[in-house]
């Protein structure tokens, strides 16, 4: 995307309230704004939690704004995620290399632990 399209598209947000803002670049279809937000830890919690799409929550898995009861359901829900956390719980990355899901989550689990330990 071109910049005058972020310049064009941040541009109609400038004025908002800081909620409003945050939500329009959660929302916004331009992947770069989108993930600067999920990315941002100015990013309001309650948004971060509600409108963060399930195929992007790997950007948001380390966000300081993410509760960590909502990370935990996150990881529930997707144990594949761990692959992302910065700072992951070796015991589950251990249960990732035996129990992932594909080849390539099990070789990834692996490489992680590897480098970990």
């Known amino acids: 995307m071109k910049i005058s399209r972020y310049c064009a598209e941040l541009a109609t947000i400038k004025d908002k309230s800081d ?8 929302q916004s279809r331009n992947d770069h704004l989108r993930q600067t937000a999920l990315r941002n830890a100015h990013t309001p919690a309650l948004l971060l939690t509600t409108l963060t799409e399930p195929q992007d929550r790997s950007l948001a898995i380390n966000n300081p704004q993410l509760a960590a009861d909502v990370k935990t359901a996150w990881l529930k829900e997707d144990p594949s995620l761990l692959l992302f956390v910065e700072q992951p719980d070796l015991s589950l990355l251990r249960d990732l290399v035996k129990t992932g899901a ?16």
Do not use: N, P
Not at 19 to 26: G, P, Q, S, T
Not at 102 to 117: D, G, W
């Open 19 to 26: 909620d409003e803002w945050w939500r329009a670049l959660l």
């Open 102 to 117: 594909t080849r390539k989550i099990r070789s990834e689990a692996r490489h992680r632990l590897e480098e970990k330990q």
